[in-house]
């Protein structure tokens, strides 16, 4: 595999966190919390889980594909027996999949759940990953499920558009679209058109009304502003491309919080959780520790701009902080 600009960087990353970890074995065992990184630990295999099926899944983009295959290898690591439904759709979907056995759990944004499954307005959603977690229980509670503690990342969809259509716009946040989106075409995925942090929040919280929305392919969504197909395009605030050429793309300010951001939480049937035990929720807790934005950002990028696949950049997280050998 070539070793591209971006894998250098996450590399270098790598490196500085292999001597955050000497210098910090060097010192006291206190396992306090001072913020920085975390550091990985084997994920041992355990013969008790042998036999123990569980299903991941993932909704249907690049990010919670990757997120979906680092998930499903690490708890094959710990000894389950794992297989894979990496494509379900959007959440509704997901959620429908988790409930009716389908599969047995998903990474799904904390906004996300908040909003579309437990009616949340964008504007409540709680601004602390920590808060807005804890939210969440006792309502996946109430349907079987449980939800993990959440990625140290976050995420959220945001109104993007090309920066020389900003400028033109004199559009800097998503209110200044006000007097001026009847003229302007907005394209987003298909569930876009019924999602509070989506068009329905774009219409009903700001007020907007555009000249058409067309529903679009997920990964389309730069295409669409490239080619000068769409004005508009919803994208995420950890797309690969807002950082390798942030130059061209401009994500106009969500000045009235209507497109809440989201740390992703591991859902999984309470059944399912019973059944693998104690390993299944440390795997989960372990292997996500050094999801930060920027890694996030360049597991993202390998899979979209290098085109390299889920399971391989999975893997190599993995490897790379020294979760599996």
Same mark, same amino acid.
């Given at each position: 595999?070539?070793?591209?600009?971006?894998?250098? @960087?996450?590399?270098?990353?790598?490196?500085?966190?292999?001597?955050?970890?000497? $210098?910090?074995?060097?010192? !006291?065992?206190?396992?306090? !919390?001072?913020?920085?990184?975390? #550091?990985?630990?084997?994920?041992? &295999?355990?013969?008790?889980?042998?036999?123990?099926?569980?299903?991941?899944?993932?909704?249907?983009?690049?990010?919670?594909? $990757?997120?979906?295959?680092?998930? @499903?290898?690490?708890?094959?690591?710990?000894?389950?027996?794992?297989?894979?439904?990496?494509?379900?759709?959007?959440? #509704? %979907? =997901?959620?429908?999949?988790? +409930?009716?056995?389908?599969?047995? =759990?998903?990474?799904?944004?904390?906004?996300?759940?908040? #909003?579309?499954?437990?009616?949340?307005?964008?504007?409540? $959603?709680?601004?602390?990953?920590?808060?807005?977690?804890?939210?969440?229980?006792?309502?996946?509670?109430?349907?079987?499920?449980?939800?993990?503690?959440?990625?140290?990342?976050?995420?959220?969809?945001?109104?993007?558009?090309?920066?020389?259509?900003?400028?033109?716009?004199?559009?800097? #946040?998503?209110?200044?679209? &006000?007097?001026?989106?009847? !003229?302007?075409?907005?394209?987003?995925?298909? &569930?876009?058109?019924?999602?509070?942090?989506?068009?329905?929040?774009?219409?009903?919280?700001?007020?907007?009304?555009?000249?058409?929305? %067309?529903?679009?392919?997920?990964?389309?969504?730069? &295409?669409?502003?490239?080619?000068?197909?769409?004005?508009?395009?919803?994208?995420?605030?950890?797309?690969?491309?807002?950082?390798? !050429?942030?130059?061209?793309?401009?994500?106009?300010?969500?000045?009235?919080?209507?497109?809440?951001?989201?740390? %992703?939480?591991?859902?999984?049937?309470?059944?399912?959780?019973?059944?693998?035990?104690?390993?299944?929720?440390?795997?989960?807790?372990?292997?996500?520790?050094?999801?930060?934005?920027?890694?996030?950002?360049?597991?993202?990028?390998? $899979?979209? %701009?290098?085109?390299?696949?889920?399971?391989?950049?999975?893997?190599?997280?993995? +490897?790379?902080?020294?979760?599996?050998?």
């Amino acid at each position: 595999m070539s070793i591209t600009p971006r894998m250098r @960087a996450l590399l270098a990353l790598i490196a500085a966190l292999a001597l955050a970890f000497t $210098v910090a074995a060097c010192g !006291d065992d206190d396992d306090d !919390d001072d913020g920085g990184e975390a #550091t990985a630990g084997l994920i041992e &295999e355990n013969p008790d889980n042998n036999g123990i099926q569980i299903t991941v899944g993932s909704k249907n983009f690049t990010e919670q594909i $990757v997120l979906g295959e680092i998930y @499903a290898q690490a708890l094959e690591a710990a000894g389950y027996d794992v297989s894979k439904d990496l494509n379900l759709g959007d959440e #509704t %979907v =997901a959620l429908e999949a988790l +409930e009716s056995g389908e599969v047995d =759990a998903y990474p799904e944004y904390t906004s996300t759940a908040l #909003t579309s499954f437990f009616e949340f307005a964008p504007e409540d $959603v709680p601004s602390d990953p920590q808060q807005a977690f804890e939210e969440s229980q006792d309502d996946f509670e109430q349907l079987g499920l449980v939800a993990y503690p959440p990625t140290p990342f976050s995420s959220a969809n945001a109104v993007g558009l090309l920066t020389e259509t900003a400028e033109e716009l004199g559009a800097t #946040t998503i209110s200044d679209l &006000e007097g001026q989106s009847e !003229d302007l075409t907005l394209y987003g995925s298909p &569930e876009c058109r019924q999602r509070i942090d989506c068009l329905v929040g774009l219409e009903e919280n700001y007020g907007l009304r555009f000249k058409d929305f %067309v529903p679009v392919d997920i990964g389309l969504r730069y &295409e669409v502003l490239d080619k000068g197909d769409a004005d508009l395009s919803i994208l995420f605030t950890t797309d690969a491309m807002l950082f390798t !050429d942030p130059d061209t793309y401009t994500i106009l300010e969500d000045d009235q919080g209507v497109l809440p951001a989201g740390n %992703v939480l591991f859902v999984a049937r309470q059944e399912t959780a019973d059944e693998a035990g104690e390993d299944f929720g440390a795997t989960i807790e372990s292997v996500q520790e050094n999801l930060s934005l920027e890694v996030m950002q360049e597991l993202n990028a390998r $899979v979209d %701009v290098d085109r390299e696949k889920e399971e391989d950049v999975a893997r190599d997280y993995l +490897e790379e902080f020294g979760y599996v050998e």
